[in-house]
Nanobody, 119 residues
């Protein structure tokens, strides 16, 4: 059982920055793909950013150049640095881990952290 705990959400003004953290219960990054999703009320869940065990990254077009995903393996933590925030970035942000060495692959979710971008 993998536990994921997000933190760092809050209220920021347009153009501001925020860093989200997701702490995992074990050393899973060598066998997992880590993802950040977001979901706004009435909207479909959106994959925002992905980082693989080999540190390859991918981003949604809507956040490219503004968001950065990274990991600190010594702390078992994945981060999402969000810059130049826009009101349309407002959503619940969810940390997701997909464990690749099991069949079927196992997916774990954090409880989410609210990000609100408003003046």
């Amino acid at each position: 059982q993998v536990q994921l705990v997000e933190s760092g959400g809050g209220l920021v003004q347009p153009g501001g920055s925020l860093r989200l953290s997701c702490a995992a219960s074990g050393s899973i990054f060598s066998t997992a793909s880590m993802n950040w999703y977001r979901q706004a009320p009435g909207k479909q869940r959106e994959l925002v950013a992905t980082i693989t065990s080999g540190s390859n990254t991918n981003y949604a077009d809507s956040v490219k150049g503004r968001f950065t995903i990274s990991t600190d393996n010594t702390k078992n933590t994945v981060y999402l640095q969000m810059n130049s925030l826009k009101p349309e970035d407002t959503a619940v942000y969810l940390c997701n881990a997909v464990i690749l060495v099991t069949f079927p692959p196992r997916s774990y979710w954090g409880q989410g952290t609210q990000v609100t971008v408003s003046s």
